[in-house]
């Protein structure tokens, strides 16, 4: 999968608790962006990077922050996780326009 | 804004039939336009992708599409299914606003039968 690794792949937490994903990246491309999965909503981004520290809001930002402090690692945190963050997050990784490769997803319950 | 839409929700065919996949999108430049399959527990990936020039665009695994400028429109489809193409599959538009952000529709799970 075009050396992206996701972690953890299953996680469950409490409605409350924080909750830190990890996106790594062996590929070197500038772009990486976190994106959830629900039925009936397709993917949806959440918020994205164009570089080291340099990150931006997607369509679903709200309770949720990111942060990007190497090329390689995308971080991808919920500061108080809620059931409504129930879902599979996806990390992306893109150079340009033409292509995005998609990691394994991880699939996260809030309880 | 952009936009996509897959009207199917679900669909059958019979192995060996055809089939083609609905997408629409509304963009108000020219798009850069993909089809995504994800098979159940994985990540999603690339069939193919239309940025300019020929409008018929072909893809892995037999898979094409048509792009149609004038119905906004960029339909996948393959001659023949075969069971292994059971999965989920997502159109989507790529936009430059900032990053290289890509925008799907809801999806449209295909069902095999033999």
């Known amino acids: 999968d075009a050396g992206i690794t996701q972690s953890p792949r299953h996680k469950v937490t409490e409605t409350g608790t924080p909750v830190t994903l990890r996106c790594h990246q062996t590929?070197?491309?500038?772009?990486m962006y976190w994106y959830r999965q629900d039925p009936g909503h397709g993917l949806r981004l959440i918020h994205y990077s164009y570089g080291v520290k340099d990150t931006d809001k997607g369509e679903v930002s709200d309770g949720y922050s990111v942060s990007r402090s190497k090329t390689e690692d995308f971080l991808l945190t919920l500061e108080s996780a809620t059931s409504s963050q129930t879902s599979v997050y996806f990390c992306a990784i893109s150079e340009s326009v033409t292509e995005a490769f998609f990691g394994q997803g991880t699939r996260l319950t809030v309880v | 804004a952009q936009s996509v839409t897959q009207p199917d929700i679900h669909i059958t065919v019979s192995e060996g039939a055809s089939l083609e996949l609905r997408c629409n999108y509304s963009y108000g430049a020219t798009p850069y336009l993909f089809w995504y399959v994800q098979s159940p527990g994985q990540g999603l990936q690339l069939l193919l992708k239309y940025f300019s020039g020929d409008t018929l665009v072909q893809g892995i695994k037999g898979f094409e599409a048509e792009f149609k400028r004038s119905q906004s429109s960029f339909n996948l489809r393959k001659p023949s299914v075969h069971w292994s193409d059971a999965a989920e599959y997502f159109c989507a538009v790529g936009v430059q606003t900032g990053a290289n952000n890509l925008f799907f529709g809801t999806g449209t799970r295909l069902t095999v039968i033999p």
């Open positions: 590929e070197n491309h500038r772009y």
